[in-house]
């Protein structure tokens, strides 16, 4: 099966392991609804955070849909949106091993992207959830309107991709 390789991929491929688990501790100031019901919203860095529900959930998630910087630079002020691209790589590669340890046998991943990082997602994504669990890239249509994104075509697509 063919890699993917970028600078540095070697410490992304290790990051993952090397995060300390931390507990989760609620606050009751922040907390809302019924506290039955087994729902999260679950503040910090999301690194930590994946590893923090590990011993809780591992193996159990049924359904995950993720929609990680576009890395286009045009998103939200406090959003890293416009890392270098082997930076991205190393930054989505252990989110998705601890993705994949969060997830049920019989669940599913989504993940929205378009097509500046979308291609090469898949390869990690095929290396991570392994390819013969790829199950489709759907393409959907984002805009409705005629637009010059760019110089050459119009952008009005992005992707999900998927696996199960």
Partial sequence: MPTLTWLNDDEARRAARGVPYRLLEEDPALSYGDPQTQNLLIQGDNLAALKSLLPYYAGQVKCIFIDPPYNTGSAFEHYDDNLEHSTWLSMMYPRLELLRELLALDGSIWISIDDREGHYLK???????????????????????????????????????VYA
Avoid at 128 to 143: D, H, I, L, S
Avoid at 148 to 155: A, I, Y
Wanted: proline letters at 0%; zero cysteines.
């Fill in 123 to 161: 390869v990690i994504m095929d290396e991570v959830f392994g390819r013969g669990n790829f199950v489709a890239n759907v393409v959907w249509q984002k805009k409705y309107t005629v637009a010059n994104d760019t110089k050459w075509l119009s952008e009005n697509h992005d992707h999900l991709l």
